[in-house]
């Protein structure tokens, strides 16, 4: 399987819930981001969280990273119908791959009015 | 900043046909990517550059393919002869990759959306 693996593949929810998406990846990381994509859309860098550190937030957006576990997890809350979009998570091992992120398959959100 | 530009946005083309997609990186970037996104594949890195030189094209799918960067404000990619299992979207990335390497923020561009015929 690849690294940076999102679950669930789909989540549907209610707007004004909160959406909770989990990532795992396998080796060693320098940092983990996530990236959202609108349909028809390139990848928008959302947050970036270093392996040094266990939690971050950037507006309705927290992110947390247990790299004991190899995982991360991006939680939105209080979600708006305009949140509907594909997460991915994506993975920077540091110099076993050169300046490259590996992306996992993505999580994909609908956020119903 | 304008961002990082693709041309074109589509591309529809017949099979055998050479196509080419450009981009133009952020500038003041020194990294620049290659992506294929597709239904079954998902999002797959094709080629990137560093400053300019091509570091992995362990993900260009054949000898079809080819990439180039001749300066820091330009890459094409390039299918000749193009098949219809080439039909994906493309999208170009770049970012600044800080002394000692590492990865920072990606930043895409629209993607060019290929079909071949």
């Known amino acids: 399987s690849q690294q940076g693996e999102e679950d669930p593949q789909a989540l549907s929810i209610q707007e004004g819930e909160n959406a909770t998406m989990n990532c795992s990846y396998k080796?060693?990381?320098?940092?983990l981001q996530w990236y959202r994509q609108n349909s028809g859309r390139g990848l928008v860098h959302l947050i970036l969280?270093?392996?040094?550190?266990r939690e971050k937030h950037s507006g309705r957006l927290r992110v947390t990273l247990d790299t004991s576990k190899k995982s991360s997890s991006l939680l939105i809350t209080a979600s708006r119908a305009a949140d509907t979009a594909s997460y991915f998570c994506?993975?920077?091992?540091?110099?076993?791959?050169?300046?490259?992120?590996?992306f996992g398959e993505g999580t994909q959100l609908t956020v119903n009015p | 900043d304008a961002g990082v530009i693709q041309s074109p946005r589509h591309e529809v083309t017949e099979m055998g046909q050479e196509v080419t997609l450009r981009c133009k990186p952020i500038?003041?970037?020194?990294?620049l990517f290659w992506y294929r996104q597709t239904m079954m594949r998902g999002l797959e890195l094709l080629i990137y550059?560093?400053?300019?030189?091509?570091?992995?094209d362990s993900g260009m799918p054949e000898d079809r393919f080819s990439a180039k960067m001749p300066n820091a404000s330009f890459s094409t990619l390039k299918i000749q002869p193009s098949e219809p299992r080439d039909s994906a979207v493309y999208f170009c990335a770049s970012s600044l990759v800080p002394f000692g390497g590492g990865q920072e923020t990606q930043y895409f561009g629209p993607g060019t959306r290929l079909l071949v015929l």
């Open positions: 969280i270093r392996s040094n550190e």
């Open positions: 550059f560093n400053n300019n030189v091509p570091i992995d």
């Open positions: 500038s003041g970037h020194n990294s």
């Open positions: 080796t060693s990381i320098n940092n």
């Open positions: 994506a993975t920077d091992a540091g110099s076993t791959s050169g300046s490259r992120l590996t």
